[in-house]
């Protein structure tokens, strides 16, 4: 297991608790809306930054992947933009979340809800090197569906 460092944005409601995994196979812990002054509305094709109240120390050669929740998808059209976003490391700053309502109704994002998940990450950095020409594939330049698998 590897630690990450937490602590808490001033004025954030700690009573929430820090993010935490609801069953023993979860590869996300779930993270939460903190917003102790009140509920926050987000009208269809809206996003809105929401604040989770904390500020995180991630170990070196690790990132925190942020990912939507499923039930927030499925049940009001809520996603995340910047899917999976990454939280780097080096980073110190306040976590917020970037919401965008994709449904047709305006939702309702209150105190303490459950609105993403974190996933901590190995990271490994590339040595980019700059050449004249690239090895042959069979698939070559083939983009988007041109594998033909499916």
Known sequence: MVQVKVSWVQGADETLGLPSYQTAGAAGADVRANLPD??????????????????????PGYEIQIRPRSGLALKHGVMLLNSPGTIDSDYRGPVGIIL???????????????IAQLVLAPVVQADFASVTALGETERGAGGFGSTGRG
Do not use: D, F
């Not at 930054?49 to 995180?56: E, T």
């Not at 965008?100 to 459950?114: A, F, S, Y």
């Open 38 to 59: 009140g509920t926050v509305s987000i009208a269809p094709g809206q996003r809105v930054l929401i604040p989770s109240g904390l500020c995180m120390e991630i170990p």
């Open 100 to 114: 965008l309502n994709g449904g047709q109704k305006t939702v309702e994002i209150t105190h303490g809800m459950r």
